[in-house]
C-alpha cells in the first residue's frame, strides 16, 4: 500500500517557523508532483505550494517570500518551511502527490500560530 503521512505541524507564536514533511510510503514507483493544502475552519481548501519532480516550484501570493517547499526524491519526501509565520497560516496542512500516477492525500498537521 503506498500513503502519505504529515509531520511536523505544532503550536507557534508570530513570526517564528515551522518545518513541515510529508513522506511517501509503500511500493513506490514514480511521484511527480508533490504539494501542500491547507484549510482553516469554514474556509476552502487552498494550494499553498506544489513542486515537480524537477523542482519546479510554484506559491500561492500570501505565502512568497516566507514559505520553501523542497523534495528530496532519494527519500520520497516533500518539505515546507515556514517561516514569519502569521495568525492567517492557521490550518490543518495536507500534502498531496501524485504516486504511481495516481493522487493521494495525507490526513493533515495542524499548524496553530498564536501568541
Known amino acids: 500500500q503506498v500513503q502519505l503521512k504529515e509531520s511536523g505541524g505544532g503550536l507557534v507564536q508570530p513570526g517564528g517557523s515551522l518545518r513541515l514533511s510529508c513522506a511517501a510510503s509503500?511500493?513506490?514507483?514514480?511521484?511527480?508532483?508533490m504539494g501542500w493544502y491547507r484549510q482553516a475552519p469554514g474556509k476552502e481548501r487552498e494550494l499553498v505550494a506544489t513542486?515537480?519532480?524537477?523542482?519546479?516550484?510554484n506559491y500561492v501570493d500570501s505565502v512568497k517570500g516566507r514559505f520553501t517547499i523542497s523534495r528530496d526524491n532519494a527519500k520520497n519526501t516533500v518539505y515546507l518551511q515556514m517561516n514569519s509565520l502569521k495568525h492567517e497560516d492557521t490550518a490543518l496542512y495536507y500534502c498531496?502527490?501524485?504516486?504511481?500516477?495516481?493522487?493521494?492525500w495525507g490526513q493533515g498537521t495542524q499548524v496553530t500560530v498564536s501568541s
Open positions: 498531496n502527490a501524485d504516486l504511481n500516477l495516481h493522487d493521494y
Open positions: 509503500g511500493s513506490i514507483i514514480i511521484i511527480r508532483d
Open positions: 513542486i515537480t519532480r524537477g523542482g519546479s516550484t
